[in-house]
């Protein structure tokens, strides 16, 4: 069950770019297991500045999607789609979603979203934000919300995301 780096390819827009040099490297220098008994290590991101402001980017383009339902249902309708387009110029092969989650999620929530990953892999990317729900929500969705599970839904956005992990 363990999804070794070396199947993550960038999106292709960041393929050749010199700022993506060791992206992934950096982006999985620090990982966690996903729960107790998991396989599967995800990255532990830290919520700087830099990354806020990525978030809030995302958020106000609207690809964020909250919630491991809407989520899901998103993932398993463009993988019919890309079935249905099966290989075509490599569809589905690189990154192109983003999983993020709150550190504060019980073995249940991982384990359903560790089954979400490996199922959408190499096409999803899972991390872990070192921030708890309520800030995580507060910070996405308005004061007072919620969020455990947000999935970035587009190509650019998520290269916005992984550029916001590069160093300095």
Known sequence: MTIPLITYKLPRQLESASEADGLMERIFSQTRKLHENSTLFVPVLELTDIFKKALLIV?????????????????????????????????????????????????????????????????????????DSYLLGSLLFGEGKIAKFILIDHKDAVSGILLSQRKG
């Open 59 to 131: 958020r106000r383009a609207g690809h964020a999607v909250r919630g491991f339902d809407n989520a899901s249902d998103l993932l398993n309708r463009e993988k019919e789609g890309i079935h249905k387009l099966k290989k075509q110029d490599g569809q589905g092969e690189r990154v192109s979603r983003l999983v993020l989650m709150s550190n504060d999620g019980a073995d249940n929530f991982y384990r359903k979203a560790e089954s979400l990953l490996v199922r959408h892999s190499p096409r999803v990317i899972g991390a872990v934000i070192e921030a």
